[in-house]
């Protein structure tokens, strides 16, 4: 069985048992270029996210819509994740196929302390994606008046 399934599983014990018995494991892609890193992410698996990056998982992989696991919990709202990633060097300005940034997807999903956490690690609040609208647009556009006010 291949890692990013026994991630979907959830199953740390066995996610464990196939990066000691294959290390390089850790950063494969599935055909949309999603690593374990980010399934587990996105499912809010802080224990697997965890043992991913304390096993050198990139934390800065993107599939092949550009996007990575910061940008994940960013539509998902994972706070404690978000704070994982971030402590082990997640790059918050990263642009994704629609030139869109972590900071885009927690202003169009009203994600407030993610917004807050993404400044404090100086996510440049100025970028415009293919459309032409920056973060605090997309918050604006939405009634998310808190991240306007932040932004």
Do not use: W
């Not at 050198?56 to 978000?82: P, Q, R, Y």
Request: glycine share 6%.
């Amino acid at each position: 069985m291949d890692l990013i399934s026994v991630v979907k599983q959830g199953n740390i014990q066995q996610i464990s048992d196939l990066i000691a018995r294959d290390p390089s494991l850790i950063n494969t892609h599935d055909d949309k270029g999603f690593t374990p890193l980010v399934f587990a992410s996105y499912m809010n698996k802080k224990e697997i996210v965890e043992l991913l990056l304390k096993n050198g998982a990139d934390v800065n992989s993107i599939d092949i819509a550009g996007n990575t696991a910061l940008m994940g919990v960013c539509f998902k709202g994972h706070i404690e994740i978000a704070d994982l990633l971030l402590e082990h060097g997640s790059k918050v300005n990263v642009v994704n196929t629609l030139n869109q940034t972590a900071l885009h997807f927690a202003a169009m999903f009203d994600q407030f302390e993610i917004v807050k956490k993404l400044m404090e690690h100086g996510c440049d609040t100025q970028l415009k994606d293919k459309s032409g609208k920056t973060a605090k647009e997309y918050a604006h556009e939405k009634g998310f008046s808190r991240i306007v006010t932040l932004l």
